[in-house]
């Protein structure tokens, strides 16, 4: 059986791992940069032939552009193993995978801890509104024009998306005394729900203090917070989104950050990245951040790890071990 793998991008942790697989693959290929023509071109060529499986990443998405059908239909038909290094992975069309009999993994678990540790980097700086003050400070004012900012302690914190990260984000909000609460598609066992209660959307939009996004986006969560979802919240409510810029129709958050409706927001995703909307950019009830929730040695390499361990169960045993929920669900329909 002749079985190749192909590492699309760089590894920066797991280079030694990566070589390793050359003891259960054939031929380990890679096209460490480029452009999406190039790829499509060395796939068509046949540079890539007999891989059974191969590593992408978010970062790498800039040297083949989305996992879209062109692309898919691009690549060998002996494809069998999509291992993509992110939580998210947005940028690959998982239906047309499916089609094609190709399944594809992403890195949960791995991003948990440091996405959470991120959320709530945010959550307190937006509570404090803490933009101004980081400002004044270097700009030699001392505290500026210095306001009072909130406190998390008894605040309701509603929880958009209580997956891995969205349990990570409750664990360490209770230390902060704050009261949570979540909304899923459908309610998590009880040992699942790290105490939290569980609402409709409509509720948790009309009764939370801060609001975390903790969802993944597809095409029927895109813009899941938008005019009319703003209007059904608290007047003063605080928004945090590590998730995916494009669950929240920025323009809105910009008029609701105007209004006061939205007392201020902690942001490490954005619509458009690398841009960002004029109007977060000038506003300074907002903290920013630039995509950098996994941003941590111990985190990058724990999730190049899992993909490669994906990697390697693909090609001895045609098995994923962190499988995306989409098609686990396809598999139950079946
Ligand atoms: O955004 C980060 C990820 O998807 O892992």
């Given at each position: 059986m002749t079985r190749a793998a192909l590492l699309i991008g760089a590894l920066t942790h797991a280079r030694k791992e990566w070589e390793q697989l050359g003891q259960v693959a054939e031929t380990l290929y890679e096209y460490p940069s480029g452009t999406r023509n190039e790829f499509l071109s060395r796939c068509r060529s046949g540079a890539f032939e007999g891989i059974h499986a191969l590593y992408r990443s978010n970062d790498s998405n800039k040297c083949t552009g989305n996992?879209?059908?062109?692309?898919?239909?691009?690549?060998?038909?002996?494809?069998?193993?999509?291992?993509?290094?992110?939580?998210?992975?947005?940028?690959?069309?998982?239906?047309?995978?499916?089609?094609?009999?190709?399944?594809?993994?992403?890195?949960?678990?791995?991003?948990?801890?440091?996405?959470?540790?991120?959320?709530?980097?945010?959550?307190?700086?937006?509570?404090?509104?803490?933009?101004?003050?980081?400002?004044?400070?270097?700009?030699?004012?001392?505290?500026?024009?210095?306001?009072?900012?909130?406190?998390?302690?008894?605040?309701?914190?509603?929880?958009?998306?209580?997956?891995?990260?969205?349990?990570?984000?409750?664990?360490?909000?209770?230390?902060?005394?704050?009261?949570?609460?979540y909304h899923n598609r459908t309610q998590l066992p009880a040992e699942k729900e790290e105490g939290a209660k569980y609402v409709t959307f409509d509720e948790l939009l009309a009764t939370s203090d801060v609001l975390s996004?903790?969802?993944?986006?597809?095409?029927?969560?895109?813009?899941?917070?938008?005019k009319r979802e703003f209007e059904k919240m608290k007047d003063g409510i605080i928004i945090v989104n590590t998730a995916r810029g494009r669950l929240i129709d920025e323009a809105a958050l910009v008029d609701a950050l105007k209004s006061g409706k939205v007392w201020s927001a902690g942001l490490d995703v954005f619509e458009e990245e690398p841009k960002i909307h004029p109007g977060l950019l000038e506003a300074e009830n907002v903290v920013l951040l630039p995509h950098m929730g996994t941003a941590t040695y111990e985190t990058q390499r724990d999730m190049e790890l899992l993909v490669l361990d994906n990697l390697k169960s693909a090609i001895q045993s045609d098995r994923l071990l962190t499988q995306v929920p989409e098609q686990k669900e396809d598999a139950t329909k079946r």
């Open positions: 996992f879209d059908a062109e692309l898919l239909d691009a690549l060998p038909k002996t494809l069998k193993f999509i291992c993509h290094n992110g939580a998210g992975y947005d940028n690959i069309d998982v239906p047309a995978c499916t089609e094609r009999g190709i399944a594809v993994s992403s890195t949960p678990i791995a991003v948990d801890d440091a996405t959470a540790d991120v959320t709530l980097f945010l959550m307190l700086g937006a509570l404090r509104n803490i933009t101004p003050s980081f400002q004044a400070v270097r700009q030699g004012k001392w505290r500026g024009n210095f306001a009072l900012g909130h406190d998390p302690k008894n605040k309701v914190l509603g929880i958009l998306g209580m997956g891995g990260i969205g349990a990570a984000v409750a664990q360490r909000a209770k230390a902060f005394g704050m009261r949570i609460q996004l903790n969802l993944s986006l597809n095409p029927s969560t895109r813009h899941i917070i938008g």
